[in-house]
């Protein structure tokens, strides 16, 4: 049973940081695809930021070099570093994984990232 659980979101003022973490278990975070992906209100939920089996890692146009996703193989966890942060980066932030032989993922509960002016 695959099981993502997120967390570290908040407030935080504009030009600040947060780490939001995602701890997996049931699928490796080394060896599958995993990424962030977030969801505003009323809109479509996004790609953010993914490690992709086997290839690169790759970023939305709007993270603009302010985010970086990492990996802990030890402690099968993912992570998003956020920085200079902006009110429209305000959203509920899902982890996600698929494994290599699944043609569909699964997501984390979404933890909550509000940016203030």
């Known amino acids: 049973q695959v099981q993502l659980v997120e967390s570290g979101g908040g407030l935080v003022q504009a030009g600040g940081s947060l780490r939001l973490s995602c701890t997996a278990s049931?699928?490796?975070?080394?060896?599958?695809?995993i990424g962030w992906y977030r969801q505003a209100p009323g809109k479509q939920r996004h790609l953010v930021a993914q490690?992709?089996?086997?290839?690169?890692?790759n970023y939305a146009d709007f993270v603009e070099g302010r985010f970086t996703i990492s990996r802990d193989h030890a402690k099968n966890t993912v992570y998003l570093q956020m920085n200079s942060l902006k009110p429209e980066d305000t959203a509920v932030y899902y982890c996600?994984?698929?494994?290599?032989?699944?043609?569909?993922?699964?997501w984390g509960q979404g933890t909550q990232v509000t940016v203030s002016s």
């Open positions: 049931g699928i490796s975070v080394s060896t599958n695809t």
């Open positions: 490690i992709p089996d086997g290839g690169s890692t």
């Open positions: 996600y994984g698929r494994r290599s032989w699944e043609r569909s993922g699964y």
